[in-house]
């Protein structure tokens, strides 16, 4: 597609419930990458994909969310039971590819809200 | 010492004057320097990269980097109430240099 495109752009969950977010990134593009934005906080790393493999998941907080990506295109990050702490933005980005000096396209961002 | 460090302000300055936004990273071996620009409710949109040091010039905005003193910069002349937003500097630094460590962002307030 000609940007990268997240879904749902707002997701409201009850405590204790698992989502799902999708990011579909740019075509050819063979990085992509998860970010979160709490309020007033900046860019937290979570993971990235080169392909299907993720080399570096360091920044996924807990045990409770993962991560895949399929076809070396759509990746789905998803949270189990949801605490109210992952209320955030959740981010995507893509590159061409990694190990460059290519910046980050962004999505729009999925807006988490934990009640 | 965090990663990469930016006050996180606000910088307010006049319509039509510059604006000088600052970052510092901790990685000497960092290898690549992005600035990003967010608009409230919006996501981040890359707006300069540097590698060398030296300065970058793209339009209104100037992007400085100096990695003796681990200390990139960017302007931006003739500043307008559109430019008003929250500037994000993101360094690929040597270790985990996969992915970029972000700036908490300074924000810029640009008044007619």
Redesign the interface.
Known sequence: GAGVSQSPSNKVTEKGKDVELRCDPISGHT?L?W?RQSLG???E?LI?F?GNSA??K?GLPSDRFSAERTGGSVSTLTIQRTQQEDSAVY?CASSLT??T?Y???????TRLTVV | QKEVEQNSGPLSVPEGAIASLNCTYSDRGSQSFFWYRQYSGKSPELIMSIYSNGDKEDGRFTAQLNKASQYVSLLIRDSQPSDSATYLCAVRMNTGFQKLVFGTGTRLLVSP
């Not at chain 1, 910046?103 to 961002?109: K, Q, V």
């Open positions: 990085a990458y970010y906080q900046g860019l790393f990235y080169q080399p570096d360091s981010l990694i190990g000096n910046g980050y396209t962004f999505g729009s961002g």
